[in-house]
């Protein structure tokens, strides 16, 4: 879809979407999520539905289809932190959407959610990267998540930032290829103008050209 076009869809659904973004805010607040040391976690949400607001334009393929992104990005976390169920995400988005785009948004919230683990490694094993990799936009959105994760981390030099910092700069070669599927499907691809923010943050210049060349563009 055309930069344009993408943002003349936003705007006429721009009501919609700030009714899913206050829905998300109160979800998040009612079981006192923060972010960070201090943030309320609508911070992170905005962050979020922000970079989808900006890079969708470069997956979407239908008009139909920005308002279930947009959903699935203010609410990738609520099964996750927020103790919602499948069917929970899937109510909520019916109010929001009709049945067939609530469940594209649900299963972009679903694939998101982490598995059961110990540890890191176990919460974002290979199902995880699986469930991602086969569910349309779920890719680009779970991208939107880790540039804003990446985005605030150099944001503050504090030992948290500093160290999550250096966790995602170490994951970023398997975090790329295990959320993409190479597809030519729009819906499943990694658009290169994102890893390009991600790399301005993180990375000197060949590595950042060997993170490029790994997303078949």
Same mark, same amino acid.
């Not at 344009?4 to 607040?29: D, G, M, P, T």
């Not at 890079?55 to 289809?65: K, P, Q």
């Given at each position: 879809?055309?930069?344009?076009?993408?943002?003349?869809? #936003?705007? &006429?659904?721009?009501?919609?979407?700030?009714?899913?973004?206050?829905?998300?805010?109160?979800?998040?607040?009612?079981?006192?999520?923060?972010?960070?040391?201090?943030?309320?976690?609508?911070?992170?949400?905005?962050?979020?539905?922000?970079?989808?607001?900006?890079?969708?334009?470069?997956?979407?393929?239908?008009?139909?289809?920005?308002?279930?992104?947009?959903?699935?990005?203010? #609410?990738?976390?609520?099964? !996750?932190?927020? /103790?919602?169920? #499948?069917?929970?995400?899937?109510?909520?988005?019916?109010?929001?959407?009709?049945?067939?785009?609530?469940?594209?948004?649900?299963?972009?919230?679903?694939?998101?959610?982490?598995?059961?683990?110990?540890?890191?490694?176990?919460?974002?094993?290979? &199902?995880?990267?699986?469930?991602?990799?086969?569910?349309?936009?779920?890719?680009?959105? &779970?991208?939107?998540?880790?540039?804003?994760?990446?985005?605030?981390?150099?944001?503050?030099?504090?030992?948290?930032?500093?160290?999550?910092?250096?966790? #995602?700069?170490? !994951?970023?070669?398997?975090?790329?290829?295990?959320?993409?599927?190479?597809?030519?499907?729009? /819906?499943? &691809?990694?658009?290169? *103008?994102?890893? *390009?923010?991600?790399? !301005?943050?993180?990375?000197?210049?060949?590595?950042?050209?060997?993170?490029?060349?790994?997303?078949?563009?």
């Amino acid at each position: 879809m055309e930069k344009q076009e993408f943002e003349r869809v #936003y705007e &006429k659904n721009a009501s919609v979407i700030e009714r899913i973004c206050e829905s998300a805010h109160k979800l998040h607040a009612s079981v006192n999520q923060t972010y960070g040391k201090d943030q309320p976690y609508a911070f992170h949400l905005d962050m979020v539905a922000n970079l989808a607001k900006d890079f969708a334009y470069l997956n979407c393929v239908s008009e139909e289809d920005v308002v279930p992104i947009m959903f699935g990005a203010y #609410y990738h976390d609520s099964i !996750e932190d927020a /103790r919602l169920t #499948y069917n929970d995400v899937m109510k909520v988005a019916k109010t929001f959407m009709n049945d067939e785009q609530a469940l594209l948004a649900t299963e972009i919230v679903y694939a998101l959610t982490n598995e059961k683990g110990r540890n890191r490694a176990e919460r974002a094993n290979d &199902k995880y990267y699986e469930g991602i990799r086969t569910t349309p936009y779920a890719p680009f959105v &779970k991208l939107c998540d880790r540039v804003a994760n990446i985005t605030y981390s150099c944001l503050g030099a504090d030992s948290e930032n500093n160290r999550m910092k250096e966790i #995602y700069k170490k !994951e970023v070669p398997h975090f790329l290829a295990s959320i993409n599927p190479h597809s030519d499907d729009p /819906r499943f &691809k990694i658009p290169a *103008e994102m890893v *390009e923010v991600l790399a !301005e943050q993180l990375i000197d210049e060949m590595m950042r050209e060997e993170w490029i060349a790994g997303l078949d563009v």
